[in-house]
């Protein structure tokens, strides 16, 4: 059974989650009307989609233990950037704020001495170090880039080249 500061504290994460899908859904739309930036769009759907995901996860956790997870309302995301680099920028500044958010609920479940949900957390914990990872190689990709036109082609032609990139890394076995 989950305490009440805990099952208030997954719903605010429910939330982050839901404005994190609806952030990403924006950034997909705006990179869709761009012109050249198949890549982009693409990444940013698949990131909208994955982040509903994980909505559903804790949603569906807080509900197995005897919670109940509330369906939030969300509020407009922005919904166009000054430039592709400021989509990032602003994608790297959500993430910290998710891995933030995440981290306190850790904090929350060791006080609340709630070990189950220490645990289910866990998974959070590695896939924002794999976010994070990934939004920092992508913003650094991008400044060295800057406004040139070719390499931002490559840059866009390359983008879910990058995730599998991360995601292989965080895998290896440590040296």
Excluded: C
């Amino acid at each position: 059974m989950l305490t009440a500061p805990l099952q208030d504290a997954l719903n605010q994460q429910i939330a982050l989650e839901a404005q994190s899908s609806q952030a990403y859904l924006a950034m997909a739309s705006w990179a869709e009307i761009q012109p050249g930036l198949d890549g982009v769009t693409t990444f940013f759907y698949q990131q909208s989609q994955e982040e509903r995901v994980h909505m559903l996860k804790l949603i569906r956790y807080v509900n197995e233990r005897g919670g109940f997870a509330l369906v939030p309302a969300l509020a407009q995301p922005v919904l166009t950037f000054q430039s592709l680099q400021r989509v990032f920028q602003d994608f790297l500044h959500h993430e910290m704020a998710v891995s933030a958010s995440i981290n306190d609920l850790v904090g929350l479940a060791l006080h609340e001495r709630d070990f189950a949900t220490h645990n289910f957390l866990q998974w959070y914990v590695s896939e924002q170090l794999e976010e994070e990872a990934l939004a920092r190689t992508l913003n650094d990709k991008l400044e060295l880039v800057g406004d040139d036109k070719s390499g931002i082609y490559l840059f866009d032609k390359d983008i879910l080249l990058f995730r599998s990139h991360v995601a292989a890394k965080g895998n290896a076995a440590p040296s």
